[in-house]
């Protein structure tokens, strides 16, 4: 294993640590409302200041781009194409009402591709890890996207619009095609987790509009190494830009995309 995903894996956990003694009591957390449907705790600042400490340690030049304190460029000359991209608590308002789906996410990217990915379940003590070119990986085992090849038989995960409400209509459109010609549709709440689901072949496909990088650096690295294919709505690489996703396995892929495509999606960025 690559010794930046260790660190990666560390810092991981350490915020997993905090998350998970923290959701036992959760009547005395401190939430702030960010704008509407859009939380913060002071745990999701206590893991991200965890996370940052142990990465920092390691390698103190890099970049930072992260949920709540923002982005800082890398300090050596040699080292300012590396960025940490970390979501300390991903699945926020499921935390603060109890609901065990949530993660942690971090990813390092160089130059502006992902290269190594860790997302990290602390209520299942799942463990979904990634470099680039070397596969994707659950708790140590190889993990693949599904081989289910028709749209009819697929489960498909999202995420309902909870923050920007410009283009639910067109959402609503796709959702309601997408319900008649699928197995089903899920929307956990995390999008990391959905990202990592799709890598391990829980999901067959996965599609989203306005999500930050740091909600899917790590797990559209995880779904690339585990062979499925992800893009933004055009079937470009400018998903981490845009913030609009549509990923799966290679044959659910291209039936999702040609039906979103089909939509009036959004063409602008967050």
């Known amino acids: 294993m690559h010794p930046i995903l260790n660190i990666a894996i560390k810092a991981a956990r350490r915020a997993g640590q905090i998350i998970n003694r923290a959701s036992n009591d959760l009547d005395i957390i401190k939430v702030t409302t960010k704008q509407q449907s859009d939380y913060v705790t002071e745990i999701d600042r206590a893991a991200e200041a965890a996370i940052i400490e142990i990465l920092q340690e390691a390698y103190p030049n890099y970049g930072i781009l992260a949920e709540e304190s923002g982005e800082r460029a890398g300090k050596g000359k040699s080292e300012q194409e590396f960025q ?56 140590d085992r190889r993990i693949r996207v599904s081989k289910r090849v028709k749209l009819q038989d697929a489960l498909i995960g999202t995420g309902f619009p909870y923050r920007a409400f410009e283009h639910i209509d067109t959402y609503l459109a796709i959702f309601k095609e997408l319900a008649q010609s699928s197995a089903g549709i899920r929307r956990p709440g995390a999008a990391s987790l959905d990202l990592a689901y799709v890598a391990a072949g829980r999901y067959d496909a996965f599609w989203e509009f306005g999500l930050s990088p740091w909600d899917m650096a790590a797990g559209t690295l995880l779904i690339t190494e585990a062979g499925g294919l992800v893009s933004d709505l055009s079937g470009e690489a400018g998903y981490l830009a845009s913030g609009n996703l549509v990923a799966g396995n290679p044959k659910i892929f291209a039936q999702l995309l040609k039906l979103i495509s089909e939509h009036k999606t959004p063409t602008l960025p967050r």
């Not at 160089?110 to 470099?131: C, K």
């Open 84 to 139: 940490w991209i970390i979501d300390p608590l991903d699945g926020t308002t499921n935390f603060i009402h109890g609901l065990p789906q949530y993660a942690v996410s971090i990813a390092l990217a160089r130059n502006g591709i992902v290269e190594h990915g860790v997302v990290f379940d602390p209520n299942r003590n799942d463990l979904y890890t990634a470099s680039k070119g070397s596969g994707a990986f659950l708790n």
